[in-house]
Structures are given as structure tokens and as C-alpha cells.
């Protein structure tokens, strides 16, 4: 998967106009961009994170590939600065230093062994039971985390399944296009 810098304009934009629009109105509107590329019409999962002054406030996403990318992005840049359970809502005031990071995900593919994640490339997810969690590829980056450290912070943290919880969980990676509004904002 590529995007283009004009793919990640267009989407940085159209997820900054939705945020801006929704904390403004309240509104829940998503656009239909009228310079749509093929590339923003794929039917992909993505995350949304939110940073307000370089402080998170907000990351949510999907794995679901039913919608075009630009709609998934768009729906998660709203959910990201108003449903995100650990932070508060940006609000109005927040908006000139809000900046947005966008995760569009490739599909999950199934893995056996720690030694199988590629720290700063693979994201994780696990799954067991009811219980779900994931980390994006820059959170093992960001914390400097060996590959196991990754799996036993996302299945305590994320999935509630305890440091080891991970061992007997179905494991999965993906990898991320990243890119973030202060890329595009020079």
C-alpha cells in the first residue's frame, strides 16, 4: 500500500475539517471530497491520534475494512478528540494547537512468535476471549520496548489479560502509513 503526499493531504485535511466542524457545531459531518484519489477510496482500517500542545488527548481506530479510508478517517478523527475514554474532549480553545496523526492500517496477518515483530514496522494485536488489544508500530518506538515488552504492556494494558496474557492469546501484526498534520504544515 502507497499513499501519496497528496493522499495524506487530502486526508489530513479532511479529518482536521471534521474535528474542527464537530467541536465548533457538534455536527457529525463527513465530507465526500470533491479531489478524490484511488488511493483514499481504498476500503481499509485506520487510527486517529490527537496531541494537543505534543500531549496526547485521544486515539481511536478500527480495523474494519467496509469503508473507504477517507470516511474511516474522518469518523476516527471525531471519536479520537470526543470519545476517548482516558481524556478529556478537546475543546474550542484547544483547536490551533491540535495536531492529527493518521494510521492507515494493512490487514492483520496471524503470528506464532515474538521473534516474528519487527519493532518500529509491526503493530500488534491480541485477541482472546472477549478480551482485544493493540499498539500502533510507534508505540514500541516511542518506548523503546523489546518485542515481548510490547506484548505484555498491550495484553495488561490494552487487552486485560495480564503481563503473560499474551502467550496463549491469538497474535497478530500489521504495519502503518504514518503522517501527521506538522508534516504538511511547514
Known amino acids: 500500500m502507497h499513499f501519496t503526499i497528496i493522499d495524506k493531504k487530502?486526508?489530513?485535511?479532511?479529518?482536521g475539517d471534521?474535528?474542527?466542524?464537530?467541536?465548533?457545531?457538534?455536527?457529525?459531518?463527513?465530507?465526500?471530497?470533491?479531489?478524490?484519489?484511488?488511493?483514499?477510496?481504498?476500503?481499509?482500517?485506520?487510527f486517529v491520534s490527537a496531541y494537543v500542545k505534543g500531549n496526547l488527548r485521544g486515539c481511536l481506530g478500527t480495523f474494519a475494512e467496509d469503508e473507504p479510508v477517507f470516511k474511516v478517517v474522518q469518523k476516527?478523527?471525531?471519536?479520537?478528540?470526543?470519545?476517548?475514554?482516558?481524556f478529556e474532549r478537546v475543546n474550542?480553545?484547544?483547536?490551533?494547537?491540535?495536531?492529527?496523526e493518521i494510521s492507515v492500517l494493512t490487514p492483520r496477518k496471524k503470528i506464532y512468535d515474538p521473534s516474528e515483530i519487527e519493532i518500529g514496522k509491526h503493530g500488534i494485536y491480541l485477541s482472546?476471549?472477549?478480551?482485544?488489544?493493540?499498539?500502533?508500530?510507534?508505540v514500541a518506538v516511542s518506548q523503546?520496548?523489546?518485542?515481548?515488552?510490547?506484548l505484555?504492556?498491550?495484553?495488561?494494558?490494552?487487552?486485560?489479560?495480564?503481563?503473560?496474557?499474551?502467550?496463549?492469546?491469538?497474535?497478530?501484526?500489521?504495519?502503518?502509513?504514518?503522517?501527521?498534520?506538522?508534516?504538511?504544515?511547514r
Request: net charge negative.
Open 92 to 100: 474550542i480553545s484547544e483547536i490551533p494547537e491540535l495536531e492529527l
Open 10 to 15: 487530502i486526508l489530513l485535511k479532511l479529518a
Open 76 to 86: 476516527m478523527a471525531i471519536a479520537s478528540v470526543s470519545n476517548d475514554s482516558r
Open 18 to 46: 471534521a474535528v474542527e466542524n464537530y467541536i465548533l457545531s457538534g455536527e457529525n459531518r463527513i465530507a465526500e471530497p470533491s479531489d478524490i484519489t484511488r488511493n483514499i477510496q481504498k476500503k481499509c482500517g485506520a
Open 152 to 185: 505484555s504492556n498491550c495484553s495488561r494494558y490494552k487487552a486485560g489479560m495480564g503481563w503473560d496474557g499474551w502467550r496463549d492469546a491469538d497474535k497478530y501484526v500489521f504495519e502503518a502509513i504514518v503522517f501527521k498534520s506538522s508534516d504538511y504544515n
Open 128 to 138: 482472546k476471549g472477549l478480551n482485544r488489544g493493540t499498539f500502533l508500530p510507534q
Open 144 to 150: 523503546n520496548w523489546s518485542a515481548e515488552e510490547y
